[in-house]
């Protein structure tokens, strides 16, 4: 005999309601409290409570902006290349630098005597030179020597008719190629460095705004990332908060055991998403520090100080694109260096023809000294003559004894080989120059149009965010009431819950997005965008 099942006594519905009421009293003032903090989407007074609430050092935009500009290694990198372009410059023009120099010499010289001119007792000379003067080398390429130069000899042999003798000679001597080493070849170098610093002084503004731009971008992540965080916090206490609902439903028969197993499980995500938003805005503060080169105070985390911008002032891509393709300190540098590599090419092209120099030298002579009366046979010669360096230098300056030397020089390679290899590599390496030098345009442009679009789109899309998370809100707080009257489920409300933290959360990133584009386009028109307006 099979026995019908016992049912259990079903309680009367006004049991079961005054149950509800008296489990639910003392949760009353905490789920006002929850409903009050979920009616505000940007921002509520819950999420404010919790932004203020999470530790951190605060610090400005522009006080971590001044900190990496000090610190941050690709800036300093940056500075150290510039230094090293301008002592290249240098140096190359000290290649065209006027140059003084001077020399002295004395010597002592006895020989045997080879003439009876000489005497028997052989020949002994005593000689001091003194010389100097100045060369220079022009952008032409001409070698110019201006010396003067002095000869003082004392000697024993009685056919000496000046004895001590000095002998002054002036010169100038010039060389003038006329093809190779003339203009372009002689100055290439220079050319090159002149272009080289430009470049490098183009990179280090670039790399100073990169900076700027890099520190701002992180510093608006780390903004979204701790707004985030509060975010998760609020939602894994109303997750909490809503378990212990989830319970006392059940405990009051108007539930099932489903309902509070649904609230665990959210509960329990929200505490991981809060451990993962947390170590989030750690690595954004760490990634902040090392921009800086510094660590907050206390080792713990940075907090933002400043609100991101809300006013952007919008031109049109045509002249964005203009105005970085011309201020942009990668496309400047990468222009200097297509300028510094054709110089170079240039320069190849005249060394790669043949050597014809022409060359010639203006001089002038002095002598004097003290005369000596010469006898020879019966014979006595007199020389009246007498005098010294002051002399001779007149009788240079006066060009008494003038004396010139003019010449070509001609020198043809056979095969033209080495010059010749050394113009087209230098030539195919301006034209690679020319080629990233397009490129970076090209990037450049892409980059800029990218980034106006997405400023263009900001309001519309900060717009669209609030109202997401404006209508999550309204959808959780609709829900919230059906779940309390028994239409709908925890299921439906954890659902509802999960898709407002991401809706807040979309919220922050279109908060920041537009705070990033600015940064962008001020570093990709070379400083030239106007500067957002904070509130």
């Not at 050092?57 to 900190?67: E, Y």
């Not at 100055?187 to 280090?204: D, F, I, Q, T």
């Not at 921009?291 to 964005?320: H, K, N």
């Not at 030397?405 to 034209?431: T, Y």
Request: glycine residues 8%.
């Amino acid at each position: 005999m099979i026995s019908s099942p016992i049912r259990p006594r079903r309680r009367p519905p006004w049991l079961a309601g005054m149950l509800l009421v008296l489990c639910l009293a003392p949760f009353r003032e905490s789920r006002a409290a929850e409903m009050a903090s979920a009616s505000d989407a940007n921002p509520d007074s819950a999420l404010a409570r919790t932004l203020a609430g999470i530790p951190g050092s605060p610090i400005t935009l522009d006080q971590a902006v001044a900190l990496a500009l000090q610190h941050a290694t690709q800036a300093r990198e940056a500075g150290a290349g510039l230094d090293a372009a301008r002592g290249a410059l240098r140096r190359e023009r000290g290649v065209f630098d006027p140059e003084l120099y001077a020399s002295a010499q004395k010597s002592h010289d006895e020989r045997p005597s080879a003439s009876p001119f000489l005497g028997s007792a052989g020949v002994q000379s005593d000689e001091s030179r003194v010389a100097g003067g100045a060369r220079m080398r022009t952008r032409l390429g001409t070698e110019l020597d201006l010396s003067l130069g002095t000869v003082r000899l004392e000697s024993n042999p009685s056919f000496s008719s000046l004895n001590p003798g000095y002998t002054t000679v002036g010169a100038l001597t010039f060389t003038q190629p006329l093809l190779k080493g003339f203009g372009p070849s002689a100055r290439k170098r220079l050319a090159s460095a002149e272009h080289g610093m430009l470049a490098a002084e183009a990179l280090y503004d670039d790399a100073t705004l990169a900076v700027r731009s890099q520190v701002e971008q992180v510093y608006w992540d780390l903004y979204a990332a701790g707004r985030d965080l509060a975010v998760q916090q609020l939602s894994r206490n109303r997750a909490a908060a809503f378990l212990k609902e989830a319970e006392l439903r059940a405990r009051a028969g108007l539930a099932g055991p489903v309902e509070p197993a649904n609230a665990r499980v959210f509960l329990a995500e929200q505490e991981q998403a809060v451990l993962d938003r947390e170590e989030r805005l750690d690595q954004v503060s760490d990634q902040l520090g090392s921009l800086m080169g510094r660590r907050p105070e206390g080792g713990s985390r940075f907090r933002p100080a400043t609100e991101p911008p809300g006013d952007f002032t919008v031109e049109p891509e045509d002249t964005l694109v203009a105005r970085a393709l011309r201020d942009n300190g990668v496309v400047r540098a990468a222009r200097q260096s297509e300028e510094s590599a054709r110089a170079l090419a240039r320069g190849a092209r005249w060394d790669a023809l043949p050597r014809l120099d022409v060359f010639g030298t203006l001089a002038a002579n002095g002598v004097a000294g003290t005369g000596h009366d010469i006898i020879f046979g019966a014979d006595t010669l007199h020389n009246s003559a007498t005098g010294g360096f002051g002399d001779t230098w007149d009788q240079v300056r006066k060009r008494q004894y003038p004396a010139w030397v003019a010449g070509v020089r001609v020198s043809v390679p056979i095969g033209f080989r080495q010059d010749g290899g050394e113009r087209d590599r230098l030539r195919s390496e301006a034209e690679r120059a020319r080629q990233q030098r397009l490129a970076a345009e090209r990037a450049l442009e892409e980059r800029v149009r990218a980034a106006s679009r997405e400023l263009r789109h900001a309001t519309r899309r900060l717009e669209a965010a609030r109202g997401g998370a404006e209508a999550s809100t309204e959808q959780v707080r609709i829900g919230s009431l059906e779940y309390q009257a028994g239409r709908t489920t925890a299921f439906e409300i954890v659902r509802l819950r999960a898709d407002l933290a991401a809706a807040q959360q979309r919220y922050s990133q279109a908060l920041v997005r537009a705070a990033k584009a600015v940064a962008e386009l001020r570093r990709l028109t070379g400083a030239g965008f106007p500067a957002a307006t904070h509130p």
